[in-house]
T-cell receptor, first 112, second 116 residues
Framework: AQSVSQHNHHVILSEAASLELGCNYS??????LFWYVQYPGQHLQLLLK??????LVKGIKGFEAEFIKSKFSFNLRKPSVQWSDTAEYFC??????????FGGGTRLMVKP | EAGVVQSPRYKIIEKKQPVAFWCNPI?????LYWYLQNLGQGPELLIR????????DSQLPKDRFSAERLKGVDSTLKIQPAELGDSAVYLC??????????????FGEGSRLTVL
């Protein structure tokens, strides 16, 4: 079955630390990939998306993700996190015509 | 521009009671989704509508869950009767999708159900 997996369930960082959250997918062929964020008490919001083209995708709030086809990965990165980045992060993916599948989420806590 | 609106935000019911959730998608969006999110897990698709048609409902437990999207706009999700294991957040999302593709999903704030 097609799936998306996130390796880290909980991550704790200090402010200014670098962030990398792992995401792997199992789709074959053309794939669309997304990272969503859910801040405490708020709804899911799109951080960034990859459909095609440049495998390094830049999103909002300084986040970026790199699509590495050979590794079936789409890891999320940020060079320097802030306390306001405390949230839950979800990787999601699909290929054309199929439903969007979410990973289990990674809960990030940034200590001030 | 208004986002995806869901109601109620919170609902507490006793088991075996019915419950209904309502969703109003973003104007112009042709595709509507209902997702289930259990605590500590990612959203799982229950049903997807393209306009009025349910195009993917394979994950919807049809013995107790039902959904409708009359006129291709608002949607309701119903559970009857509710069970303890149905306690979760029910998320509605909408997008504008060209047939066969997927667009950016915009999510509502969710309806948190507690079944006692």
């Amino acid at each position: 079955a097609q799936s998306v997996s996130q390796h880290n369930h909980h991550v704790i960082l200090s402010e200014a630390a670098s962030l990398e959250l792992g995401c792997n997918y199992s789709y074959g062929g053309t794939v669309n990939l997304f990272w969503y964020v859910q801040y405490p008490g708020q709804h899911l919001q799109l951080l960034l998306k990859y459909f095609s083209g440049d495998p390094l995708v830049k999103g909002i709030k300084g986040f970026e993700a790199e699509f590495i086809k050979s590794k079936f990965s789409f890891n999320l990165r940020k060079p320097s996190v802030q306390w306001s980045d405390t949230a839950e992060y979800f990787c999601a993916g699909n290929n054309a015509g199929n439903m969007l599948t979410f990973g289990g989420g990674t809960r990030l806590m940034v200590k001030p | 521009e208004a986002g995806v609106v869901q109601s109620p935000r919170y609902k507490i019911i006793e088991k075996k009671q019915p419950v209904a959730f309502w969703c109003n998608p973003i104007s112009g969006h042709n595709t509507l989704y209902w997702y289930l999110q259990n605590l500590g897990q990612g959203p799982e698709l229950l049903i997807r509508y393209e306009n009025e048609e349910a195009v993917d409902d394979s994950q919807l437990p049809k013995d107790r869950f039902s959904a409708e999207r009359l006129k291709g706009v608002d949607s309701t999700l119903k559970i009857q009767p509710a069970e303890l294991g149905d306690s979760a957040v029910y998320l509605c999302a909408s997008s504008f999708v060209i047939t066969g593709g997927v667009g950016e999903l915009f999510f509502g704030e969710g309806s948190r159900l507690t079944v006692l």
